[in-house]
């Protein structure tokens, strides 16, 4: 499995799992009463293919098989950039379905990784995918992070008990947005894999 950069090509297979991981009952309450899945699928498919939207293809990592098939993508971006990205699908749903979600709450901030849409093909689920395709995002984050600070600095970490007394390793730490529960929290946990509505947030290490 590789995990790489996805390609305007690929926006309506991007488009259908980033629906998948939304959930069909959230995408049609966008979409509003009257309209169908298919048509946000178009939305969605056209904001995939854009260069400057929250669900760019410059924004996802894809999951691929040796045989070309896409097994899973990982929507994710810079929190300090949500107000900007999230401008065109908020434009595309006001012009598509006459709707206005310009007053809809922050979702992340500046100094975080968003996690916006994690999500796999039926036929590769339960074999990692999706846990290979979160930990490419957050290395790339980290990446860019350490490529911004000034020459001889680098990120500091901060070493801090979690609450169920696990040991505490440099970790990244994945917060759910719902929920406010940490992933993963144990390394005995049964869910290995990160939901969709998870950010990363850079100044926390902790594992729970």
């Known amino acids: 499995m590789n995990i790489i950069a996805a390609h305007p090509a690929q ?14 009952d959230c995408c049609l309450h ?7 899945l298919a048509e946000f699928e178009s939305l969605m498919t056209r904001l995939v293919a854009r260069d400057d939207t929250q669900y760019s293809y410059r924004n996802t990592l894809v999951a691929m098989t040796d045989e070309g098939d896409l097994a899973g993508i990982c929507v994710s971006y810079d929190g300090a950039a949500l107000h900007t990205l999230r401008r065109a699908f908020i434009e595309e749903v006001r012009d598509t379905f006459g709707r206005d979600f310009s007053t809809m709450d922050d979702e992340t901030q500046t100094g975080e990784l968003y996690i916006d849409s994690l999500a796999v093909t039926d036929t590769y689920r339960r074999q ?30 901060r070493q801090r008990q979690s609450k169920c007394r696990t040991p505490v390793s440099p970790h990244w730490f994945l917060l759910c947005q719902r929920c406010h529960v940490g992933w993963p929290c144990h390394a005995s946990s049964a869910n290995r894999i990160p939901p969709s509505g998870m950010k990363i947030l850079s100044r926390t290490y902790k594992r729970c």
Request: positive net charge.
């Open 11 to 24: 926006a309506h297979a991007i488009a259908r799992l980033i629906m998948l991981a939304m959930n069909h």
């Open 30 to 36: 966008f979409a509003g009463e009257g309209h169908t």
């Open 128 to 157: 990692g995918v999706a846990e290979a395709a979160g930990r490419g995002a957050a290395a790339g984050y980290r990446s860019a992070c350490r490529d911004a600070l000034p020459a001889g600095r680098g990120i500091a970490r």
